[in-house]
């Protein structure tokens, strides 16, 4: 049991590190266009995006699958901006709702993505493991639970923002966008891969 709480709480540390925000501009830019009524949604999109990290992960620890370090690196801001400028897009077009099923798998794809970014961290830590599947297990659920109070706090802030304070939501979507694409194009240059 300690074994599992110990990679819980690595899970819980690998999101909310603020020294390595990329998973939190993620899931702030995934949660922005969400209120409370469409919380099931987000939800099921944050647990899609940890099933396919760990399944990356997991791809890694089993030595399944290897990537380039250098374009993984590159394509998790590649993913934030991607996100934001979903959002951006679904605001100036009102007519062309994303459906659901392409935020899945979008998101699905992203998962995917940063789950291999910290994949060669986590096989270091698991060099002496005989059981993989606990840690993952463990890891998955500190994902999850950090992952659902980050965007607890988006839909908070946009409640209070929208619904408190009125500000129009395409503004507060507009807005916030904005902002996590600012933050992430330095990202973006600096990881270039050539």
């Not at 690998?14 to 830019?29: E, M, R």
């Not at 990356?56 to 590159?74: M, R």
């Amino acid at each position: 049991m300690e074994e599992f709480i110990f990679y819980v709480e690595l899970g819980l540390g690998h999101v909310l590190d603020i020294h390595a925000y990329d998973h939190i501009l993620f899931l702030t830019a995934l949660a922005i266009p969400f209120s409370f009524p469409l919380w099931r949604r987000i939800v099921a999109l944050v647990t899609i995006f940890t099933i396919a990290h760990c399944l990356s992960l997991t791809f890694s620890v089993y030595e399944l699958a290897t990537v380039n370090v250098n374009w993984i690196e590159f394509l998790i801001p590649i993913t934030i901006l991607v996100t934001a400028l979903f959002n951006i897009r679904e605001v100036i077009n009102k007519d062309s709702e994303l459906t659901f099923k392409l935020q899945a798998t979008s998101t699905a794809i992203f998962g995917l993505i940063h789950g291999f970014g910290f994949s060669n961290y986590f096989k270091m830590l698991m060099a002496g493991e005989v059981n993989k599947l606990n840690p993952l297990l463990g890891f998955a659920t500190g994902i999850e639970i950090s992952q659902i109070v980050i965007i607890m706090a988006i839909l908070l802030l946009a409640f209070i923002l929208v619904e408190v304070l009125s500000l129009p939501k395409r503004y507060f979507v507009l807005g916030l966008s904005m902002i996590v694409i600012l933050i992430t194009l330095p990202m973006i240059y600096n990881t270039w891969p050539l």
